[in-house]
C-alpha cells in the first residue's frame, strides 16, 4: 500500500469541471486543439485565454499543481519564444544587442506562439487533472463505439488500457522492491561507468518480467473464474451521462467558437 | 556487530504532499549475537526499519550505528557496499529476486558483486548448497524449473554465500507449509548459533518469535510499543492485545487454565511436556485436596 | 438429506501429456452448508483441485460434478456463477480500478443490470465490511481489504460454493482472523458450501471436515478432529498438529488421559475439569 502513487496527475475533486461527462472534456478539448490556431489578433487570443483560465479556476485544482504540472513545458514555451524572437525579421527594429537586431513581428510572433501553447498544454492537462484514468478509458470506449462495426476491438482495448492503469502503481512498488532487493546483493544502480549501469538493469528487469508474467497469467485466471468471456452480453456498471451541465459548456463553447470567428481578423 | 538506533526518525517523500512518517523516534539497542524479533501489525513500520539496517534508507532524523558505520543525514557513507556485505537482507518472498540462468550463476551473483574471487565463490557455494538444504544437483538448473519452496531456497544461498556478520529476515517462512517452515527457521537458527551472527528476526508469528529470539521489539505505528525477553513481552497479554497482536497459543492457553482452575503456572518459555507435567501435578493435588 | 454440491469422480490429472501425474484417481463429494479444509505440502496438488472445481483446468481421468452438472467445456459458464474462487495473491486478482468496479466485474460479465448491480455492491460489501470504501483504488488497500474485496465480488454472484485457496497467506494475522471472520458468518448466512485451502492449522479446526492431499493423492478425509490425533503420521507428511493436540498427546504421556481428542482450548480445559471433578 503507497499513498504517494497517485495515477496519472489526477485531483480529486468535485467542481464543475470534475462532474463534467469526460466525452464532453474530450469533445470541447479535441475543438480547442484546432481553434487555437485560428486566434489571430489580440481579441481573439484574450478570448481563448479567458476560457481556458476561467475553466482552470473553476476546476479549483491548485494553481501550483498545474504549474508544477507545466514545468518540463515551460522550458519549452520559453524556448519557442526566443527563437522565434531571434529568427523572425519582419516589422520595425525594435532594439539591438551586439549583433542581433529585434523586430517587433518577431516579438509579436513570439508571443503568440508561446500563448497557444501555453493555452494548449494547460487545457490538455486540465483533462488530466479533472478526470480518473478510468473515465478516459470509458469515454475513448464509448466515442471509439462506432468502430465495432469493422471488427475493432474496442471493448478489449478499453479493458486493456484500463488494467494497465490498474497495475501501474503495482508495478512500480514491485520495481522498486526488486531494485532495493538487488543493491542488498551488491548492485549499484547509481555510480560507476555507463556499461556497468547498464549491466546492473539485467538483475532488475528480468525478475520484473517473470513476475509481470505471473500477474497476468493470475489475473487472467480471476477474470476467467468469475466468468469472463469478452465484451458480447456485457453491461456496464459506470454510465456515462450528458447532463444538463454538459449542455451548458457545450453552449458556452459554441459562443466561444462564434466570438472567435467575429474578432478573428481575415485577409 | 552491534546495532544501534538513536531517536531515528524516516519519512518517505519528504517536502511532497505525500509525506509519511513511517518511522518516529526510535531508539533500541540489538546486542551483537543475539536474535532479535520485530513485531507489528501491517504498516507499522517492520521493513522500513529493515531498509536502515544496510543503508537502503537513511534516517530523516537521529542516527543509525551498525558496528563501526553510522548512517545519519551528516554521516552518509560514500560506499554503500562494505556495509551491505556484511549485513545480508532476506527480503520478503526472496524467490522473486532470482534472474540468472543457473542456480550456482545465482548464487554467486552477491558476492561476485562484493569482489570476492571465483574460487573462493565456488567453495563457498558448495559450503552454502548442503546448509540450506539443497542438493547439489540443483546447481545447473535454471531456478526458475524449481518448486517455490527449493527457489527460497536458492535465494536464501544467494545472501548466505557473501557471508554477512548480520541476517536480517523479513518474513522469511511466509507461504511454506508447515515443514518448509520449521525447516527454514532451524536452518537459521543453526546458522546463526555456528556463525556467530547477529540476527533480526521480522515475524508476525508470536510462536517463532517465542521459540527463536532472545529479545522482541514490538513496532506500533512506526514507534516502539514494547520492548523485553519473550518471557517478559509475552506476560502482558493486555498491552498487546491493545495493538492488535495476540500472544502466542501457549501463553493464550496457560491464561485460560488459571481462569478455569485459579492455579497459575508461570510462564518461563518452558516445553509443552513440561506444560504437560505440571498440569498433571495441578490436577493431582487438586483432588488430593477434596 | 444433504444435498451433494461437489462430487470427484476418480479424477486424475497431469499438466501437459507428457508430464507426472499431480492428481492420482482422487474421489470425495462435499455437501452444502459444510466447511471443508484441504491441506497438504506444497505441490500436493491442492491448487489444481481449485482450479478443476470451477474448470479453470480439465481432468484427463475421471469427472467432475457440481450440482449435478458435469464439468466440461459446454457448462463452464454456468459451473463458473455456482463457484466462486478466491486465489492467494491480493494484488493480482483485483480487475477493477475501485472497489466497487471490482465487485461488478462478475455481475457485468453476466449481463446484470444496472441497479441490481448497485443493489448487490452495497449488500455484499456491508456483507465484507467494506462498505466505507466504494470508490477507493486498490493502491491504498491493505491486503487483507483486497482480499475482502475479492470475497464481495465473488458473492455478488451469489454461488453455491466458495474457495479460498490460500487467501490468507498473505495476510498477518488480524487480516486472517477478520477473514476467517467474515467468511465464517457469510457461510452461516448463506448456507453455502466452503473449501478453504490452507496452511494455517487454526482455520483447519474451524472446517466440519478435512481433506489431506499428500503428492496427489487423497491421503485421508475425515474430521479435524479426528485427524489431529495422528501427528506423527502427519509430520511424516509435511504438515503438523495445533497446540492443543501436542499438548493433549504430552498429558497423555504425563499420565493424564483425556476422553476425545479436544480440538480448542475450551474443550481441552472442559475435559480436564471433568477429570479433576470426577476423582
Ligand atoms: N515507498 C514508500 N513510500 C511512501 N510510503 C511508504 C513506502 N513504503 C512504505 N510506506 C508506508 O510506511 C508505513 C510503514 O510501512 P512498512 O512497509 O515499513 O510496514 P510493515 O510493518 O513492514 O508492514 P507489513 O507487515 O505489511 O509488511 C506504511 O504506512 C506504508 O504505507
Ligand atoms: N501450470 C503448471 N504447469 C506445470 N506444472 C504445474 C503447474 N501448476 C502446478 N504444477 C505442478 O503441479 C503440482 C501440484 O501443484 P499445486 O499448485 O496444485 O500444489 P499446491 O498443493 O497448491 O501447492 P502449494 O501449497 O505450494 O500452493 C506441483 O508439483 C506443481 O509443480
Ligand atoms: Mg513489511
Ligand atoms: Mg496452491
Known amino acids: 500500500m503507497n499513498n504517494a502513487l497517485i495515477i496519472g496527475q489526477y485531483v480529486p475533486g468535485d467542481s464543475l469541471v470534475h462532474r463534467l461527462d469526460p466525452r464532453t472534456k474530450i469533445t470541447i478539448i479535441f475543438f480547442f486543439v484546432f481553434i487555437v490556431f485560428l486566434a489571430n489578433n489580440i481579441a481573439s487570443y484574450t478570448l481563448l485565454t479567458v476560457f481556458a483560465l476561467a475553466s482552470m479556476l473553476t476546476s479549483r485544482v491548485p494553481i501550483r499543481f498545474i ?26 527594429v525594435i532594439a539591438e544587442f551586439w549583433i542581433f537586431e529585434f523586430y517587433s513581428g518577431g516579438l509579436i510572433q513570439g508571443i503568440a506562439i508561446s500563448v497557444r501553447f501555453f493555452l494548449l498544454i494547460l487545457v490538455t492537462s486540465l483533462l488530466t487533472l479533472t478526470t480518473t484514468p478510468i473515465e478516459i478509458t470509458d469515454a475513448i470506449e464509448d466515442m471509439l463505439h462506432p468502430l465495432n462495426r469493422f471488427k475493432f476491438p474496442v471493448h478489449e482495448l478499453a479493458l486493456m488500457m484500463s488494467i494497465s492503469l490498474r497495475f501501474i502503481p503495482t508495478l512500480l512498488q514491485e520495481t522498486d522492491k526488486i531494485s532495493r532487493a538487488q543493491a542488498s546483493r551488491g548492485v549499484d544502480f547509481k555510480t560507476g561507468p555507463v556499461k556497468d549501469r547498464i549491466q546492473a538493469i539485467v538483475p532488475l528487469l528480468v525478475p520484473l518480467f517473470v513476475s509481470a508474467f505471473k500477474r497476468a497469467e493470475e489475473l487472467a485466471m480471476a477474470m476467467e473464474a468469475r466468468g469472463y468471456q469478452g465484451g458480447e452480453g456485457r453491461t456496464k456498471l459506470r454510465e456515462l451521462k450528458i447532463e444538463r451541465n454538459d449542455i451548458f459548456i457545450f453552449i458556452l463553447f459554441a459562443f466561444v467558437i462564434a466570438g472567435l470567428f467575429m474578432t478573428r481578423t481575415y485577409g | 556487530m552491534d546495532i544501534t538506533f538513536e531517536n531515528v526518525t524516516y519519512i518517505y517523500q519528504q517536502n511532497t504532499p505525500f509525506a509519511h512518517k513511517a518511522i518516529q523516534d526510535l531508539s533500541f539497542h540489538i546486542e551483537s549475537g543475539s536474535i532479535v524479533a520485530i513485531i507489528g501489525h501491517t504498516g507499522s513500520g517492520k521493513s522500513t526499519l529493515i531498509q536502515h539496517l544496510n543503508g537502503l534508507s537513511v534516517p530523516t532524523e537521529g542516527e543509525v550505528r551498525i558496528g563501526e558505520y553510522r ?110 517452515q520449521k525447516e527454514i527457521m532451524d536452518m537459521f537458527y543453526r546458522l546463526h548459533n555456528e556463525q556467530d551472527l547477529t540476527t533480526v528476526l521480522v515475524t508476525h508469528s508470536m510462536e517463532d518469535a517465542l521459540k527463536y529470539a532472545d529479545r522482541i521489539l514490538i513496532l506500533n505505528k512506526g514507534t516502539k510499543f514494547m520492548e523485553g525477553t519473550p518471557e517478559e513481552v509475552f506476560s502482558q497479554k493486555e498491552a498487546l492485545q491493545s495493538v492488535q497482536l495476540d500472544v502466542p497459543e501457549m501463553v493464550q492457553f496457560l491464561n485460560r487454565f488459571e481462569e478455569k482452575f485459579g492455579q497459575q503456572i508461570p510462564f518461563r518459555n518452558q516445553s509443552v511436556e513440561e506444560i504437560a507435567q505440571m498440569i498433571q501435578q495441578i490436577i493431582k493435588e487438586l483432588n488430593q485436596d477434596e | 438429506m444433504r444435498k451433494k454440491l461437489v462430487e470427484f469422480r476418480n479424477v486424475s490429472f497431469r499438466y501437459g501429456d507428457e508430464g507426472p501425474w499431480v492428481l492420482k484417481n482422487c474421489s470425495f463429494e462435499i455437501y452444502e452448508n459444510e466447511w471443508v479444509a484441504i491441506i497438504g505440502h506444497n505441490g500436493s496438488g491442492k491448487s489444481t483441485i481449485a482450479k478443476l472445481l470451477n474448470g479453470l483446468l480439465f481432468p484427463q481421468e475421471g469427472e467432475i460434478i457440481i450440482d449435478g452438472k458435469q464439468v466440461n467445456e459446454e457448462s463452464i459458464w454456468n459451473i463458473r456463477k455456482e463457484v466462486g474462487m478466491v486465489f492467494q495473491n491480493p494484488d493480482n486478482q483485483f480487475v477493477g480500478a475501485t472497489v466497487q468496479d471490482d465487485v461488478a ?98 482455520e483447519v479446526v474451524q472446517a466440519d471436515r478435512v481433506i489431506v492431499m499428500n503428492n496427489g493423492e487423497l491421503w485421508k478425509e475425515s474430521t479435524p478432529r479426528e485427524i489431529f490425533t495422528q501427528k506423527e503420521a502427519l509430520r511424516k507428511i509435511g504438515l503438523d498438529v495445533p497446540f492443543v493436540a501436542i499438548l493433549t498427546e504430552e498429558l497423555k504421556h504425563a499420565g493424564v488421559h483425556l476422553g476425545a481428542a479436544p480440538l480448542n482450548h475450551e474443550e481441552l480445559l472442559e475435559d480436564l475439569w471433568t477429570l479433576h471433578s470426577r476423582t
Open chain 3, 105 to 202: 466485474f462478475g455481475m457485468e460479465n453476466r449481463g446484470v443490470p444496472r441497479e441490481e448491480m448497485n443493489k448487490r455492491i452495497s449488500e455484499t460489501l456491508k456483507a465484507v465490511r467494506m462498505q466505507d470504501y466504494r470508490l477507493t483504488e486498490p493502491h491504498r488497500l491493505s491486503g487483507g481489504q483486497k482480499q475482502r474485496v475479492a470475497i464481495a465480488s465473488v458473492l455478488a454472484i451469489s454461488p453455491k460454493v466458495l474457495i479460498l485457496d490460500e487467501a490468507t497467506a498473505m495476510l498477518d494475522p488480524s487480516g486472517r482472523k477478520e477473514i476467517m471472520e467474515t467468511v465464517g458468518s457469510i457461510q452461516d448466512q448463506r448456507g453455502l458450501s466452503l473449501i478453504t485451502i490452507t496452511h494455517d492449522l487454526q
Open chain 1, 67 to 92: 504549474i508544477k504540472g507545466l514545468t518540463p513545458v515551460w522550458f519549452l514555451i520559453v524556448f519557442t519564444f526566443i527563437l522565434h524572437l531571434f529568427v523572425t525579421k519582419e516589422g520595425t
Open chain 2, 71 to 180: 548512517l545519519s543525514q551528516e554521516h552518509k557513507p560514500k560506499d554503500m557496499k562494505e556495509l551491505r556485505s556484511r549485513v545480508g537482507v532476506v527480503f520478503q518472498y526472496p524467490e522473486h529476486q532470482l534472474f540468472e540462468e543457473t542456480v550456482a550463476k545465482d548464487i554467486a551473483f552477491g558476492p561476485q558483486n562484493f569482489g570476492v574471487p571465483e574460487a573462493v565463490i565456488k567453495e563457498r557455494i558448495k559450503d552454502v548448497i548442503p546448509a540450506v538444504g539443497l542438493s547439489e544437483s540443483v546447481l545447473e538448473r535454471s531456478p526458475f524449473d524449481l518448486s517455490g519452496g527449493q527457489m527460497r531456497r536458492v535465494a536464501i544461498a544467494g545472501v548466505l554465500a557473501v557471508k554477512p556478520d548480520v541476517l536480517v529476515l523479513d518474513e522469511p517462512t511466509a507461504g511454506l507449509d508447515p515443514r518448509g
